[in-house]
């Protein structure tokens, strides 16, 4: 690139393509169940300022109390004040940190092999994707890279800040999910594998670092221990957090390898990544990229020109934790993305190393034209993924028990017939679903007070007014209200959901309500119309 400012001009480009397309409308796609999940407990550390860290479930802390900084910002001090924006502007805007964190290495990355990485970044149909999902793995993803980068900046000019850096985002990856472990080790594979390739001895690595090298790993360390034991002990509020941050990897990798619900085959992350046929349609969500990130794996390994360690690094980074990943049973689709990233990366430098190997205009200009038609086709299939498909289950890979735009109406439907009750919107209502499947309805009710949330019928509790039960359950439901009751006290409940609604893909629940209640809300709507 001829100068600096133009190259500064591009990436903003980037940086603002990455902010549009992580940033808006980020209320449009349904909650998923594990998004509603972390958003209630997120409400307890808002409304009540406590948070306990749970080894069993929900992950590290660091989602939930960063979520308090817009939040705050909006005024909000009840869960009932904020809204999807609200909470997935967190992992919106450490997606961007992503791309931004690529600028402290591209002098030695090289200019354009940066930009076209922060490119392919930017527009990844999966990178979108998960930048606008409030779960803890854009978080990691991004934490990882902080890590990354930092570790680079201080092998080549060693600071003491860097090495707080470091730590820094070591402690916040430990904080954020129990898979840490895997990026981790990830990194040290890579590590070994750069310096190995690098040829250096022992002895030239030390020489170049200071003589306060033990104190910077000192102070790299005590970073790390005091940010995560900031979160885990809840602001030293609950030490014993500090103890559960450990014993959380039993369990955690124990379910991770008998939860049959999310035991893959080894090459799924393949087929959600570059070839997901889910219905009668083949999705290429990331597949444009694919044969840049092997062209820049060649590079890698066969060119005789010296290239940066970065690329080197960020290659085995990416293929170790792919393989981690695929050799673990256990799957979901947003554990792809440490690995993606990394690929994205290689991807871009590939792009354009094999452009400078080229030497004939006319094969410049044809590599030029298909690297250009890659990233249109991969900006396209973004769109469409996170924006037509965005809640389609055949076309978009990223989807997984991904609930279907249905939950609206059906959280409208409660909300209207709950106005109709004589308590209004503190009318008890009673949700029960066989294995608690009734996510991510608790996060649309989340201003009805009254509700309880059940996954059986208790023979022994009142039925209320509004009962929204799960269709196994509609047995023990009229045994409830029209077998047990005595003669006379079996108040007669009618249907209110209109139509079958889905909650997902497969799990419907049905609403039962009061004649009483039916009876006002139908007279309201005749005088509405």
Known sequence: MKSRTAFLLIYGLVLGLACITRLLNLDTRPMHGDEAVHAIKFGSLLEQGSYTYDPDEYHGPTLNYLSLIPAWLSGASMLTEIDEQHLRVVPALCGIATIMMLLFVCQAAGWEATVLSALLVAISPAMVFYSRYYIQEMLLVCFAFGLI??????????????????????????????????????????????????????????????????????????????????????????????????????????????????????????????????????????????????????????????????????????????????????????????ALHGLLLIAGFGMHGIYQKLTSKHAKFAWGLISALAITYLGWTSRQINGRHVVDAQHNPYLYAHPTMDIFAISERIHAFALQSEDSTNVYIQVAASGSDYWPLPWYLRDLPNIGWWDHLDETVPTAPIAIISPDLEKNLTKRLYELPPPGQRPLYVPFFEKQWWLRPGITLNGYATKEIWDRFYQTTQEIK
Not at 228 to 248: A, Y
Not at 249 to 267: K, L, V
């Open 149 to 338: 980068v930092s570790c680079f900046r201080y092998l080549h000019a060693p600071h003491l800040l860097w090495a707080i850096f470091a730590g820094i985002f070591l402690g916040l990856m430990h904080a954020t999910k129990e898979t840490f472990v895997i990026y981790l080790a990830s990194i040290f594979v890579a590590a070994a594998f750069s310096w190995q390739h690098s040829k250096t001895s022992p002895g030239e690595i030390i020489k170049r670092f200071p003589k306060a090298i033990r104190l910077h790993i000192v102070a790299a360390l005590v970073a790390a221990f005091l940010v995560s034991i900031l979160f885990f002990s809840s602001l030293f509020s609950n030490p014993h957090g500090i103890i559960d941050s450990i014993t959380t990897f039993n369990a955690y990798f124990s379910r991770a390898s008998i939860d049959g619900q999310h035991i893959h085959p080894w090459f799924t992350y393949l087929q959600w990544l570059f070839f997901f046929k889910q219905g009668p349609d083949v999705t290429f969500a990331e597949t444009a990229i694919l044969p840049f990130a092997i062209a820049g794996i060649m590079l890698l390994f066969f060119s005789k020109n010296p290239i940066s360690s970065f690329w080197y690094f960020m290659a085995v980074y990416s293929i170790t934790q792919l393989i981690i990943f695929s050799i673990i049973p256990y799957k979901t689709p947003w554990n792809a993305i440490g």
